[in-house]
């Protein structure tokens, strides 16, 4: 059971920035939040992982909620290349289990 | 860039038959996972592993399917008596021990398409 929800679906223009919601109303203190996405035909790839602290990476921010019940993911300048689907992930690496657990992810389309 | 690697990248096979994958860790990377796709849904954990030792298992690992990591460094999944509910992309992940760097990355492969028909 996925511990995230997020939208089925968003769309951008391409350079523009783009916000990607996730709601984790659940969220335990030891739960990292991280964002995969993934490409057609290709497996999972990490975009950045935070706690408590917004995160920037060099290829996006994390923007997490001072109650840590949501996380949003910013693409600053959105690329044909960003087209994927978009996973949020909750990952407690201490409870004795270490799984990630995958909901359906938001679908990114990137128009030109 | 030594990612993960697996081998083989499709596979074709009848219903019944034995299959075999097989899954190179990033190296230095103690954890490895394995985890099913099929279309439209994303990855579901099966297993993983910590050095040799199989620390978690889930439910969707039926009794037809076992993996192994014998020496900590290569891993395999084998699946006998294939089912047509089987065909899925298979996708091996591997991280470091999050108490040597909590929070740190699973870096995942680019999978093994399995088709039963």
């Known amino acids: 059971d996925a511990k995230t929800t997020q939208p089925n679906s968003m769309e951008s223009n391409e350079e523009e920035p783009v916000h990607l919601p996730c709601n984790h109303s659940?969220?335990?203190?030891?739960?990292?939040i991280h964002w995969y996405r993934q490409l057609p035909s290709q497996g999972p790839e990490y975009v950045i992982h935070?706690?408590?602290s917004n995160v920037n990476n060099r290829m996006a921010s994390l923007a997490i909620a001072e109650d840590r019940k949501s996380s949003t993911l910013i693409l600053h300048r959105a690329t044909l290349r960003d087209a994927a689907v978009y996973y949020c992930i909750l990952r407690d690496g201490r409870a004795g289990t270490d799984k990630l657990i995958f909901g359906t992810g938001t679908r990114l389309q990137v128009f030109p | 860039d030594t990612g993960v690697s697996q081998d083989p990248r499709h596979k074709i096979t009848k219903r019944g038959q034995n299959v075999t994958f097989r899954c190179d860790p990033i190296s230095e990377h103690n954890r490895l996972y394995w985890y099913r796709q099929t279309l439209g849904q994303g990855p579901e954990f099966l297993t993983y592993?910590?050095?040799?030792?199989?620390?978690?298992k889930s439910r969707l690992l039926s009794d037809r399917f076992s993996a192994e990591r014998p020496k900590g460094s290569f891993s395999t999944l084998e699946i006998q008596r294939t089912e047509q509910g089987d065909s899925a992309m298979y996708l091996c992940?591997?991280?470091?021990?999050?108490?040597?760097?909590?929070?740190?990355?699973?870096?995942f492969g680019e999978g093994s398409w399995l088709t039963v028909v």
């Open positions: 992940a591997s991280s470091l021990d999050p108490a040597r760097g909590f929070g740190n990355t699973i870096y």
């Open positions: 592993f910590q050095n040799e030792a199989q620390l978690e």
């Open positions: 935070g706690l408590t």
């Open positions: 659940t969220i335990s203190g030891t739960d990292y």
